[in-house]
């Protein structure tokens, strides 16, 4: 699906002229930031900046640095990610989104989980501010399962309850989304071609799974009607980081040009 105009990075390439799907794929391509300090996370985003331009600013590196990293990684060109899932009273998380806005991300997520007051409110604090980030409506995290929910009190599949969070997102306004590649075709039919979405549990065939439960391949969530994909460990613990960036890079290549 195409990339809104206003979120596409200015991305230049120090490399020799590529196809344009790889430049695509590249600009797709967020690489998860969760190492524990801010001189980590400088020196992976410099050393992945000819490979991809977004950069995820989770809680870890938020906890350990703070809004200081966010600005670091805008002011030296990448495009970054602030995951930090907001969950509140509505007026708490319309304050937190305000200040989180002027660090200079372009993307932010709030928990469609804080229901529906909660996501109009932090969609209306920004609403009138100058280039405001897009903001994200994370689902269910990709980390739960049927079980999982099951233990939170949550009766629905994983499939079922992400369909109502993106509902109801998009009744309170919104059109972005984080969820995992399971449930990514069904919320493209919802939001339409104009929905952003984001979609972490992305693994190339072989890797490790980790904590993550439902996963899929780059190149099936993209089919499937992916944004962006949220690649971590399998990049930044790879013994060669742009090695492995730039494999995934060309699976997603390859899948944007069929």
């Known amino acids: 699906m195409p990339i809104p105009e206003r979120l596409k990075p200015a991305f230049v390439s120090t490399r020799a002229a590529e196809p344009d799907w790889t430049e695509e794929a590249r600009k797709r391509l967020i690489v998860a930031l969760d190492v524990p300090d801010a001189r980590s996370a400088e020196a992976t985003a410099d050393r992945l900046a000819g490979v991809c331009k977004w950069f995820k600013v989770g809680l870890e590196l938020f906890s350990a640095a703070g809004p200081d990293v966010v ?9 970054v990610f602030l995951d930090l899932k907001f969950h509140d009273i509505p007026n708490t998380v319309a304050g937190a989104v305000r200040s989180a806005a002027r660090l200079g991300a372009r993307m932010m997520t709030v928990h469609a989980a804080g229901g529906p007051a909660m996501l109009t409110a932090a969609r209306t604090a920004i609403a009138g501010l100058h280039d405001a980030p897009e903001l994200l409506a994370v689902t269910v995290l990709t980390s739960m399962d049927a079980a999982q929910l099951a233990a939170a009190g949550v009766q629905r599949t994983p499939a079922e309850q992400v369909s109502l969070l993106a509902r109801m997102g998009c009744e309170a306004g919104l059109r972005g989304f984080v969820c995992s590649p399971q449930e990514v075709a069904a919320v493209r039919t919802l939001t339409g ?46 013994a060669d980081p742009v090695g492995a960036a730039d494999a995934i890079v060309a699976e997603m290549a390859a899948a944007l040009a069929v």
Not at 208 to 217: C, F, I, S, V
């Open 71 to 79: 600005q670091a990684l805008a002011s030296r060109g990448h495009s």
């Open 193 to 238: 071609p104009e929905g952003v979405l984001v979609v972490p549990g992305i693994r190339p065939a072989g890797s490790d799974a980790g904590d993550q439960k439902r996963l899929a391949t780059p190149s099936a969530a993209l089919r499937d009607g992916a944004s962006y994909l949220v690649v971590g460990r399998p990049i930044t613990q790879a």
